[in-house]
């Protein structure tokens, strides 16, 4: 899980205002022989159908071409740039391939991975993962860093959709009705008002309390209230020194985990469990529990940390 940035929702809605000619990339070198390069059929759809739409491609320097720039002439490309080890990209990758199949081809997702096509990130200038961009008419639209949610997601391709002038509602791209008051809560978020997103995500629940988007929101506003003005590197240097602290590991944990760890964050406070008992080890299990609330349900992280939680604590 990232920290949703402040100023994420105003570069979002700024998104589409500059754009940057990609024809320098339409016949990329050939890599040094040292290069980490993935194999020239690596772009491959995936999971498509034989006779659907394509939605989701994965693609390296050789393909680039082909399936961005060229592509991008007739129909919208958003690109993921992303690595196996990033925790938030697993967060955000599957978000975007559901939409990417909810838009039924009238957009397409193109995957990149950084480690397999180093000259490929270098070139677009990728500082961070994930980063998103899109690529419409041949054109580079800045996107956003980081991991985002599901409603913000939704927002962002509807302005791919509107800018590269596909109807998102015809297109299908919107996907299922989404509350306003999701995207409101979410919005509130990204914007720094964790008062204002709480009260609307409690609402939702009070309203629906199963409902995982609103449960994932407040558990990131919970989360973000916690670390305020928290040192992180103090807060997981303390919890270090003091293993059976379980006040100082759990905020280690919540630094962690705000920080993109969220395997070294759940290991944390499983290695805490096996170590204390009582009410301690009840403190220590709730609040792995309400971490577990803040990233998918399906997540590998939470997944593996569930069954070890088992183990644990029988």
């Known amino acids: 899980m990232t920290r949703p940035d402040p100023r994420q929702a105003a570069a979002m809605s700024a998104a589409f205002s500059r754009a940057v000619d990609l024809s320098a990339l339409a016949s990329p070198a050939p890599a040094d022989n040292g290069a980490k390069t993935a194999a020239p059929d690596a772009g491959r759809h995936r999971a498509e159908p034989q006779d659907g739409p394509v939605t989701v491609i994965d693609a390296t320097e050789a393909t680039f071409q082909a399936e961005v720039i060229e592509r991008s002439m007739t129909t919208p490309v958003v690109i993921d740039f992303w690595a196996d080890w990033c925790q938030p990209c697993k967060k955000l990758s599957?978000?975007?391939?559901?939409?990417?199949?909810?838009?039924?081809g009238s957009w397409v997702l193109v995957k990149v991975d950084v480690d397999s096509n180093q000259r490929l990130a270098q070139a677009l200038q990728i500082q961070s993962i994930p980063t998103v961009m899109a690529v419409i008419r041949g054109q580079l639209m800045e996107g956003f860093q980081g991991a985002i949610g599901e409603a913000q997601a939704r927002q962002f391709i509807q302005a791919v959709l509107q800018a590269g002038g596909v109807d998102a509602a015809q297109a299908g791209a919107a996907g299922p009705a989404v509350d306003p008051r999701l995207e409101a809560a979410d919005e509130a978020m990204s914007a720094g008002d964790l008062s204002g997103a709480k009260a609307l995500y409690e609402q939702l629940l009070a309203e629906t309390p199963k409902d995982p988007l609103a449960r994932s929101g407040l558990a990131q506003v919970d989360l973000l209230e916690r670390?305020?003005?928290?040192?992180?590197?103090?807060?997981?240097?303390?919890?270090?020194?003091?293993p059976t602290d379980v006040a100082a590991q759990t905020a280690a944990a919540d630094a962690e985990?705000?920080?993109?760890?969220?395997e070294q964050a759940f290991a944390r406070l499983i290695a805490t469990?096996?170590?204390?008992?009582?009410?301690?080890?009840?403190?220590a299990r709730m609040h792995l529990l309400k971490l577990f609330e803040v990233a998918a349900p399906d997540d590998p992280a939470v997944v593996k940390?569930?069954?070890?939680?088992?183990?644990a604590l029988f």
């Open 94 to 104: 599957p978000t975007l391939e559901k939409l990417a199949a909810e838009g039924g």
């Open 227 to 242: 670390i305020d003005g928290l040192d992180l590197a103090d807060a997981i240097a303390k919890a270090d020194a003091s």
């Open 257 to 262: 985990l705000v920080q993109g760890q969220a």
């Open 273 to 283: 469990i096996r170590k204390v008992a009582g009410d301690e080890r009840d403190a």
């Open 305 to 311: 940390a569930r069954r070890d939680l088992a183990s």
